[in-house]
């Protein structure tokens, strides 16, 4: 612990320091402050001429405004702002300042009570959460917790410096610290001795170690010593983290360009750090309810009749599902907002027939518009000045699928209020979904030149800062689009992004390998998007490029089952990848995990809905609730996550037979047999082809529903509340809307507060909230790991709960005549059904 307060002068010359509003500066600095402009200048001009290596150099002026400092160094401008009382903004340039202004952070500063006081060496300004500590001599910046044990600080001799346009913030690295996060970054669970860049990338078939590849969220966690902080850099510039790669003094971040923008958070917790990050950018809203059910793609699906045939076939299969995707080649040659005449003459009456069975139909949309003359897409565009341009005004163009194209400039107001009125063309034919692709910018070549010039919603710009902002801005466009072109809540999907996208899309990993290593690595790519505020992620299930094997295919459909979007997808040229064509053991071991699936919605559902109030994931890397138990960073442990707040899911590649496996701290259930596992346990599992090691974590509250085929179909009248006996507390709030409309944002929807209290033996359901009816008219509790003689008492009345039986998998059929029969497994539990009243409903036992 470093302690700080002993370079402090008395409390009275604090006090009147405060009252005078400025920094103590010696007599010379005193004197040099009078024309602190030209000194500036000069500085700048000796250190330009002298030193390749600009800093900000020594305190020259401060100056307190309400909950921000502004400082003047010899060489920079500085802003550091209380943004609320866990958030700091550190804000820095070697010129003036400019405009304040962020397609990221949506959130205005909070109002905090701050102190500022300062002696000679260091000013202090305070919050009631975090101390930052300026020093002067020379300008640099250390966080610490109320009680003076330091969190993160400026490695003393580097600090903040610029190489020309380059400015990079260099940390001290603090014994044993952890990074994690930074969005869809490959790599290890904890990022310790490695660096990478954010440059959104089109990455095809990319490497289980390749950086960058799509998308860009410059935020990350650090962990040492008991305390975890989160690091936000908001510059939309190719921007480098290094995390003690090829050092051992540093860890920094930087961008080519640009301002020294970042966001410090200290939470005691690093749950409540995700909280405060999606604070400041923006949460998602409530997804349609069939976006989260099965979604069968592939690249690509025509013509029509070979749409309605999957479709049927899944139907006929029993194979739940709620989506089939569009790839290009449902558009005419490939341009946008067209349907190829020959293969989908009446997309209309297709897509009518699909929800007649179901179905929700997600088209891909591409950015590129072909240069054509008669096309309208383009010759509207042309008109109304929507493309971005060279520096001469000619419309950059360049080669996609359609051939040469013109891009929209989504960073400007006019080019995403054109796109958002194409959008409606897709809606009139029936669309439900929009899937935003080859947004990084890609084209062939991937090289977009520099000097192409954005128009950056009102400063102009070239590709160097626009260009990882641009698949968010494309998804932007979508989204508002949709919502104000489509009847319900649209599903948006995209490929590119940049930190808050999540407030318009999902995002998928991209055109990943059937690959075992793809499958593992795609996991932690979206914990990793899960750490970094992002909510509704997937990946392609049995890989996009090449052919999975049987046992791949099998194992990665039921991992696939526990991530927040469920999507089977496969390029062109391959083997057909719906489950069916992997042979009818397969056909049985997806039918029983999207089965599983469907079963958890109301669970699953209800886990989004925490996502939209306090950014916590769906998915959840271990280290949100585990963040100083070192197991969880051990390569052997590093892939284990939590799907909602309960189920602890074990991935292992296809052919393993046997896998080590950690239990953290707690009580776990087997999820299909009931088996009690006691935590902070490491162990080696026997692995089934079949069954996937799931477990739910004790005191945990599972609400499920009776098996349906698509989420259009009504389950029945029973909410199957599954409740793990445990010993220590837990809360669980359940959730549902009609699923489709906006309806919930005027309280037309159905809440209710599920409590565990382990020290007085209470689960309560408590009081419901908003004016919505619960589709469910009846709860069955299901006890599981209570004995069979515990007496239960409902609302103070006794109540009789019955032994019954409960199986979640169906056993997989004896296809070999001289085989051995699979067995029912199941656990032996305690149930009672009551009636789902709208008051609080008390269980003791």
């Known amino acids: 612990m470093k302690l700080i307060f002993s370079a402090f002068i008395s409390l009275s010359l604090i006090t009147s320091l405060m009252a005078q509003n400025t920094t103590v500066l010696s007599q010379q600095e005193a004197d040099n402050s009078l024309q602190p402009k030209k000194i500036l200048t000069s500085i700048k001009e000796s250190s330009a001429q002298n030193y390749p290596v600009l800093s900000p150099g020594n305190i020259i002026s401060m100056k307190e405004n309400t909950q921000q400092l502004a400082i003047q160094t010899q060489n920079a401008d500085v802003q550091i702002t209380a943004y609320s009382p866990s958030i700091i903004r550190i804000r820095m340039d070697k010129e003036k300042l400019g405009r304040d202004f962020s397609y990221a952070v949506i959130e205005q500063p909070q109002p905090c009570k701050t102190r500022v006081t300062q002696n000679e060496e260091a000013i202090i300004f305070a919050t009631d959460s975090v101390k930052t500590v300026i020093t002067k001599r020379p300008f640099s910046v250390a966080f610490y917790t109320i009680d003076g044990k330091l969190i993160s600080e400026d490695e003393k001799g580097l600090g903040t410096s610029w190489i020309g346009d380059q400015v990079t913030t260099y940390k001290t690295l603090q014994k044993g610290e952890r990074f994690i996060g930074l969005g869809e970054k490959t790599g290890n669970l904890d990022r310790a001795g490695t660096g990478y860049t954010n440059w959104n990338n089109d990455a095809y078939g990319y490497s289980v170690s390749q950086d960058p590849i799509y998308s860009t969220i410059p935020f990350y966690i650090g962990i040492h010593d008991h305390v975890n902080y989160g690091i936000f850099l908001d510059n939309t510039y190719q921007s480098d983290f290094n995390f003690g790669a090829s050092n051992n003094r540093f860890s920094s971040f930087g961008a080519d360009g640009g301002e020294m923008n970042y966001y410090f958070i200290y939470r005691t917790e690093l749950k409540d750090i995700i909280t405060d990050y999606t604070a400041l950018t923006g949460r998602m809203p409530m997804p349609p309810l069939w976006s989260i059910g099965y979604q069968q793609n592939r690249y690509s699906y025509y013509p029509d009749s070979e749409v309605m045939r999957i479709a049927r076939t899944l139907r006929e299969k029993k194979i739940p599902a709620d989506g089939i995707t569009l790839d290009i080649h449902y558009m005419d040659k490939y341009k946008l907002f067209t349907w190829d005449k020959k293969r989908f003459p009446d997309p209309v009456k297709m897509n009518q027939d699909l929800e007649k069975l179901g179905f929700k139909t997600t088209v891909i949309v591409d950015p590129g518009i072909k240069v054509e003359d008669g096309y309208a897409a383009h010759e509207d565009g042309v008109a109304k000045n929507v493309f971005v341009k060279y520096p001469d005004g000619t419309p950059w163009t360049a080669q996609v699928w359609p051939g040469w194209c013109n891009f929209p400039d989504f960073t400007s107001v006019?080019?995403?209020?054109?796109?958002?009125?194409?959008?409606?063309?897709?809606?009139?034919?029936?669309?439900?979904?929009?899937?935003?692709?080859?947004?990084?910018?890609?084209?062939?070549?991937?090289?977009?030149?520099?000097?192409?010039?954005?128009?950056?919603?009102?400063?102009?710009?070239?590709?160097?800062?626009?260009?990882?902002?641009?698949?968010?801005?494309?998804?932007?466009?979508?989204?508002?689009?949709?919502?104000?072109?489509?009847?319900?809540?649209?599903?948006?999907?995209?490929?590119?992004?940049?930190?808050?996208?999540?407030?318009?899309?999902?995002?998928?990993?991209?055109?990943?390998?059937?690959?075992?290593?793809?499958?593992?690595?795609?996991?932690?790519?979206?914990?990793?998007?899960?750490?970094?505020?992002?909510?509704?992620?997937?990946?392609?299930?049995?890989?996009?490029?090449?052919?999975?094997?049987?046992?791949?295919?099998?194992?990665?459909?039921?991992?696939?089952?526990?991530?927040?979007?469920?999507?089977?997808?496969?390029?062109?040229?391959?083997?057909?990848?719906?489950?069916?064509?992997?042979?009818?053991?397969?056909?049985?071991?997806?039918?029983?995990?999207?089965?599983?699936?469907?079963?958890?919605?109301?669970?699953?559902?209800?886990?989004?809905?925490?996502?939209?109030?306090?950014?916590?994931?769906?998915?959840?890397?271990?280290?949100?609730?585990?963040?100083?138990?070192?197991?969880?960073?051990?390569?052997?442990?590093?892939?284990?996550?939590?799907?909602?707040?309960?189920?602890?899911?074990?991935?292992?590649?296809?052919?393993?037979?046997?896998?080590?496996?950690?239990?953290?701290?707690?009580?776990?259930?087997?999820?299909?047999?009931?088996?009690?596992?006691?935590?902070?346990?490491?162990?080696?599992?026997?692995?089934s082809y079949s069954k996937l090691p799931v477990y739910v974590k004790g005191s945990s509250i599972i609400p499920m529903q009776s098996l349906i085929q698509t989420t259009a179909e009504q389950p029945k009248d029973t909410l199957y509340l599954n409740i793990y006996k445990g010993d220590v507390d837990n809360r669980f709030v359940y959730y549902e809307d009609d699923g489709e409309s906006y309806k919930y944002e005027q309280g037309a929807f159905y809440k209710r507060l599920v409590k565990y209290d382990a020290a007085n033996k209470i689960i309560s359901l408590e009081n419901v909230e908003g004016s919505l009816a619960s589709k469910f008219k009846h709860i069955k509790l299901i006890m599981h790991g209570f004995d069979a003689n515990e007496k239960f008492a409902i609302n103070g009345q006794e109540a009789k709960f019955k032994k019954d039986f409960v199986a979640l998998l169906t056993p997989i059929s004896k296809f070999d005549p001289q085989g051995v029969a699979n067995p029912l497994e199941g656990e032996d539990v305690l149930s009672c059904v009551i009636a789902n009243g709208n008051n609080t409903i008390a269980i003791q036992y």
Do not use: C
């Open 414 to 687: 006019k080019g995403r209020d054109w796109w958002e009125h194409k959008i409606k063309i897709l809606a009139n034919a029936g669309v439900d979904g929009i899937w935003n692709d080859m947004n990084e910018i890609a084209s062939w070549g991937n090289k977009m030149p520099n000097n192409v010039i954005f128009d950056y919603d009102g400063e102009p710009t070239t590709t160097l800062q626009a260009h990882n902002v641009y698949g968010m801005q494309m998804a932007r466009s979508s989204y508002e689009g949709a919502k104000a072109s489509f009847a319900r809540r649209p599903f948006i999907l995209t490929r590119a992004g940049y930190a808050g996208l999540q407030r318009y899309t999902a995002i998928w990993t991209g055109d990943n390998r059937a690959e075992d290593s793809h499958m593992i690595a795609g996991l932690r790519l979206l914990n990793s998007l899960g750490l970094s505020g992002v909510a509704f992620t997937g990946m392609d299930i049995g890989g996009f490029t090449g052919n999975p094997s049987i046992a791949l295919y099998a194992r990665w459909i039921q991992i696939g089952a526990f991530t927040p979007y469920f999507r089977n997808h496969t390029a062109v040229n391959t083997k057909s990848a719906e489950p069916w064509t992997f042979g009818e053991e397969v056909t049985e071991i997806a039918r029983n995990f999207i089965g599983l699936r469907y079963k958890l919605l109301p669970y699953i559902y209800s886990n989004f809905y925490e996502a939209t109030q306090d950014g916590l994931p769906v998915m959840r890397s271990l280290a949100i609730n585990y963040a100083f138990d070192s197991h969880i960073y051990d390569t052997r442990y590093q892939n284990e996550y939590l799907f909602g707040s309960s189920l602890l899911v074990l991935p292992y590649e296809s052919e393993q037979q046997f896998g080590e496996a950690y239990f953290p701290a707690g009580k776990w259930y087997n999820l299909f047999s009931g088996e009690l596992q006691k935590g902070n346990e490491e162990k080696v599992l026997k692995l």
